[in-house]
C-alpha cells in the first residue's frame, strides 16, 4: 500500500503561485494531480512518469502550471503560477504502479492510491 501526503494548498489572489508538494511512501510510475470543484467532476490537471519522458496538461492550465517529481524524495509538485479564480477547487496527488497511457492516465477511477487533497482557492 502507498501513502500519500499532500501539503502547499492555501488562498491566493489571481496572479498569484503556489506549489503543492505530494510525499509517496513507496513506489510508484504514474503520478498525477486532479482536482474537484464544488458541484464538478473531478478532473486530471497533469501527469508525469517515473522514467520521465513525456507529461500531460489539461488546456485550461497549459504554460501555467509545471508538474515535477523528484525520485530520490519520492515527491511529486505542482508549480501553479498565474493563478485564476476558476482554478479554485480541492487538488488531490494520485499514483499507481503501473503506466497509464494517453487517456487513461487522466481517469480517475484507473489510480490505486490517492492524497487527501488540499484546498486551493483564488480570489479575484
Known amino acids: 500500500q502507498v501513502q500519500l501526503v499532500e501539503s502547499g494548498g492555501g488562498s491566493v489572489q489571481a496572479g498569484g503561485s503556489l506549489r503543492l508538494s505530494c510525499a509517496a511512501s513507496?513506489?510508484?510510475?504514474?503520478m498525477a494531480w486532479f482536482r474537484q470543484a464544488p458541484g464538478k467532476e473531478r478532473e486530471g490537471v497533469a501527469v508525469t512518469y517515473t522514467g520521465g519522458g513525456s507529461t500531460y496538461y489539461a488546456d485550461s492550465v497549459k504554460g501555467r502550471f509545471t508538474i515535477s517529481r523528484d525520485n530520490a524524495k519520492n515527491t511529486l509538485y505542482l508549480q501553479m503560477n498565474n493563478l485564476k479564480p476558476e482554478d479554485t477547487a480541492m487538488y488531490y496527488c494520485a499514483a499507481d504502479r503501473a503506466h497509464l497511457f494517453g487517456i487513461s492516465s487522466r481517469r480517475p477511477q484507473n489510480y490505486n492510491y490517492w492524497g487527501q487533497g488540499t484546498q486551493v482557492t483564488v480570489s479575484s
Open positions: 513507496g513506489y510508484t510510475y504514474t
